[in-house]
């Protein structure tokens, strides 16, 4: 049964930082794209950013020059590092990633990690 199990939440101050963390379990072929969502209420579930097996990056124009993406292969593991956070960055996080298992592959995504910033 493959897992993405995340950590690294919690409440920050505006201006703080934190660096959540993803990890892979389960019997795994490959894994390629890996990325990170955020829902905050009563808004939809919206792109932060991804990252390819190679380590290309895509961030959403929000979080251009706060947020990076970051990924450890080795670990099945992928990170975003906040930095000056805002009162407008919290919401639920979630991580994605498209993994290859036998004989399938799909989409799969953590169970999402809170992060609150107080003004």
């Known amino acids: 049964q493959v897992q993405l199990v995340e950590s690294g939440g919690g409440l920050v101050q505006a201006g703080g930082s934190l660096r959540l963390s993803c990890t892979a379990s389960?019997?795994?072929?490959?894994?390629?794209?890996m990325g990170w969502y955020r829902q905050a209420p009563g808004k939809q579930r919206e792109l932060v950013a991804t990252?390819?097996?190679?380590?290309?990056?895509d961030h959403a124009d929000s979080v251009k020059g706060r947020f990076t993406i970051s990924r450890d292969n080795a670990k099945k593991t992928v990170y975003l590092q906040m930095n000056s956070l805002k009162p407008e960055d919290t919401a639920v996080y979630y991580c994605?990633?498209?993994?290859?298992?036998?004989?399938?592959?799909?989409?799969?995504w953590g169970q999402g990690t809170q992060v609150t910033v107080s003004s």
């Open positions: 990252i390819t097996p190679a380590g290309r990056t």
């Open positions: 389960g019997i795994i072929f490959s894994i390629d794209g």
């Open positions: 994605n990633a498209d993994i290859m298992t036998i004989p399938t592959r799909r989409e799969y």
